[in-house]
Structures are given as structure tokens and as C-alpha cells.
């Protein structure tokens, strides 16, 4: 909404997703008859743009904008990309996925292009370049279950942030990415919720130092990169009756051995305390004894040599369990989906679920509590149980009461 003032007017400009107000756009007549604008990050660097244009107005020193701006800072997507990345306090594997995304898709393309030079026509068509690469890719790799829209809708969704922080800086007046629907993916893949049985089989086909990794999974429903992450001071097993698992720290690298670098969770969420059962505390207290590093800060599940276990490692041993427990297509998340769902049934709120798994928004938090169709025919059965329970106490009722039965007459 436009806002008039004694001399031109600012607007402010408002995220499409949450209605909070992003940037401000000023606007003045010149003497000239056009009509000129900027955009600014903050309604008072709008406000003293409008005083100082309308200074030159009044002094008779006014030329348009662009003419008497010899030295404007421009950029070109490319560079401003870079500086975007740069500028923020990104978790290391945000950094480098930023960085690939433009070396990879913006770099050889779009990002040769100055932003004010770049239109929404311009955007549309690079984006429908990126996938029509991003197929062919996995066509070439013969990947059946994907067809390159999951990265290309990660591309987009990147990229229309960097345009945003343009906006943003007073680089452009308004972003040219604005194509529906584009940041957003469906998977093709549903997340496995595993039975107990077979939960089992893929721990007890793990070696035997990775069972507990793939128990306190499925138990707490922590990120695997949390879990590589974890000391011996975040095990509490005192006592199996109150034991817990505390987060505070992450593998935020994927890396060979010592390459692997380990962080601060991402959002304060992940800072958390999960309770544990007697049974996982019992198992955590033997894998203490036998394969963490020794000290509060040894690692619970280190490396052959004592290190953060890498990535590669856990992903090999995992792909031999699954296929000894004949469960092929079971990934390492779906020990979390499965922990998390099962609380879900088990009672647990949105709030205690955000909690359990680290979320800072409950729309994530929810997609646990989906109704199965074995625990809607549950509920209906027990509703069927309670109705007649209620209808056998109903006629008891009447009975004591000396009730004539079901065509009694009501009292008038």
C-alpha cells in the first residue's frame, strides 16, 4: 500500500509467504513529467532519498536519476550472487551447496547478465533451461526415480533469494523472479514408516559398533549428522529410567575421515534434550564402554581412527544392511520418519514433536502426524466399542429405574 506524502510517496513491499514487509519503494514526479523510483531496504533511507531529489528540485539542480549517477553500483547476477553468499552466516554445507549452485547453473548463463538488465521473460526462460539439463542428466545417469526437478526447483528457489536481497540492497527495483510454483518439489519417494521386526533386522545387520547408531535413530528420531556428532557428555545413562540423549552439535560436512567438520545445529530448535527408553539406555551404556573415544568429549561413534565417522563409511555399512535384511530401498531417514511417526501415534502433540525432532516450524513437524489407514480403521473400530458401551450402560439405566425399555415415553 502506497503511502502519500507532501512529496512523492513510499510503498512498502510485502513477502508473498509471510505479509512482512521486505523492502520500501519511493516514488516522485520529476520536472521532467516522469515518474521515477527506487527501492531500499528500510523506510528511512526511502524517506531522505525522497528529501534529497526533492532538494535538487527546488535548488533547480535536478537531472533524472540515471544521468547524474556516473559511478552506480552494479552487478552482475554472478557477482552479486557471490556477495549474497558471502554476506551471510551460513552453516559450511549451506556455503558450499550455495557456492555449486552458482558455479554450476547461474555462472555459465544467466549470471554473465547485469541485474537491472534482467527481466522475468529472461528468468522463465533460463529456469526452463535448468531443467530441460537437469533431465537429461538423470536420464544419462540412469536414475528411474527422479527426474532432475528436485535440484532444479533448489536452483530457483536460490536464485529468487538472491534477487530478493537485490531488492533488498536498492540494486533493483523488484525481483524478476516470479514464477508460480517454481521453488517447490514434491518427492517421488515417500519416507518408509518400518515395523519393529524390521527395524531390527537393519540394526542387527550393521557391524556391530554401528548397532547403536541405527537404535538411537529410531528411538529419538535425531538427524544422522546430529548422531555422528554426539560425546559422551550428551549420553545421560545414570539412570535407565530418566535416561537422555542432549543436541547441541551437527556434522555439517559430509567428508573423508578428519574432513568432516562438526558445527552448531542450524536454528536454535536443535538444541534439545530427548528423553530415551530404558531399552536404548541399556544398549548406549554397552556401546559406551566398548566403542566411544574415552573422555567427556569422545565421540560416541567415531571413525576406525578416532575421528568423526564419515559419511561414506556409515553410507557403505548401511547399504550392506538393508540389503541383508532385504529391505533394498530403506534410506537412513526413514529410521527418523519412523521414530517420529510412532510418537506421533503414541500421543505426542505438535509441540512435542517440534521438540523431539528439532523443528522450528510445526507445518514440518506435522507431516508426522498423517493419519494411516490402519490407525483410521483403529479409531473407527473404538468409536463403534464406546457407542455400544454406551448404549448397554443406557439400558442398565433404565432398568434400575424401572424404564419400560427402549418406547418408553419421555417425560414431558
Known amino acids: 500500500m502506497a503511502r502519500k506524502r507532501g512529496f512523492g510517496d513510499l510503498e512498502a513491499r510485502r513477502s508473498k509467504t509471510t505479509n512482512k514487509v521486505i523492502s520500501w519503494r519511493a516514488r516522485y514526479w520529476g520536472s521532467d513529467g516522469r515518474r521515477y523510483s527506487k527501492a531500499f531496504g528500510d523506510r528511512l533511507s526511502a524517506e531522505m532519498w525522497l528529501l534529497e531529489e526533492r532538494k535538487l528540485l527546488d535548488r533547480g539542480e535536478w537531472r533524472p536519476p540515471h544521468l547524474r549517477e556516473a559511478a552506480v553500483e552494479r552487478f552482475t547476477l554472478s557477482e552479486w550472487a557471490a556477495e549474497y553468499v558471502e554476506s551471510r552466516t551460513l552453516a559450511p554445507s549451506t556455503y558450499r551447496n550455495y557456492t555449486r549452485l552458482v558455479r554450476l547453473y547461474v555462472d555459465p548463463s544467466i549470471g554473465r547478465r547485469y541485474l537491472d538488465e534482467i527481466s522475468g521473460a529472461d528468468v522463465a526462460a533460463w529456469h526452463a533451461h535448468v531443467k530441460t539439463d537437469l533431465r537429461k542428466r538423470a536420464r544419462a545417469a540412469g536414475r528411474t526415480n527422479g527426474d532432475g526437478a528436485g535440484e532444479a526447483a533448489q536452483v530457483y528457489k536460490f536464485v529468487s533469494g538472491v534477487f530478493r536481497g537485490a531488492v533488498a540492497r536498492g540494486l533493483i527495483e523488484s525481483s524478476p523472479a ?5 521453488g517447490r518439489y514434491r518427492r517421488h ?3 518408509v514408516v518400518l515395523s519393529s521386526a ?5 540394526a ?5 559398533k554401528y548397532r547403536a547408531l541405527a537404535d538411537v535413530l529410531s528411538w529419538t528420531g535425531l538427524r544422522v549428522g546430529e548422531a555422528r556428532a554426539l560425546r559422551r557428555r550428551d549420553i545421560d545413562v545414570r539412570d535407565l529410567e530418566a535416561a537422555s540423549i542432549t543436541v547441541t552439535r551437527t556434522v555439517t560436512q559430509g567428508g573423508r575421515g578428519t574432513g568432516a567438520v562438526i558445527g552448531r545445529v542450524k536454528t536454535e530448535a536443535g538444541n534439545r534434550t530427548v528423553a530415551i527408553p530404558p531399552t536404548l539406555a541399556a544398549v548406549l551404556a554397552g556401546h559406551l564402554d566398548r566403542f566411544a573415544r574415552p573422555g567427556r568429549d569422545g565421540l560416541v561413534f567415531p571413525s576406525r581412527t578416532g575421528q568423526v565417522l564419515p559419511e561414506a563409511t556409515w553410507r557403505y555399512a548401511w547399504a550392506k544392511a538393508r540389503e541383508a535384511a532385504g529391505l533394498p530401498d530403506v534410506k537412513t531417514h526413514d529410521l527418523r520418519h519412523t521414530s517420529l511417526t510412532m510418537a506421533a501415534r503414541a500421543g505426542a502433540t505438535t509441540a512435542e514433536l517440534m521438540h523431539r525432532a528439532g523443528h522450528s516450524e510445526a507445518r514440518v513437524a506435522m507431516i508426522y502426524q ?3 489407514a490402519e490407525r483410521d480403521r483403529m479409531i473407527a473400530e473404538r468409536m463403534v466399542a464406546l457407542f455400544r458401551e454406551d448404549e448397554l450402560a443406557a439400558r442398565r439405566a433404565r432398568k434400575r429405574s424401572g424404564g419400560s425399555g427402549d418406547d418408553a415415553a419421555p417425560d414431558d
Do not use: F, K, M, Y
Open 198 to 202: 524390521e527395524v531390527e533386522a537393519l
Open 204 to 208: 542387527r545387520a550393521l557391524p556391530e
Open 178 to 182: 516470479h514464477l508460480v510454483g517454481a
Open 189 to 191: 519417494r515417500q519416507p
Open 370 to 372: 498423517h493419519a494411516t
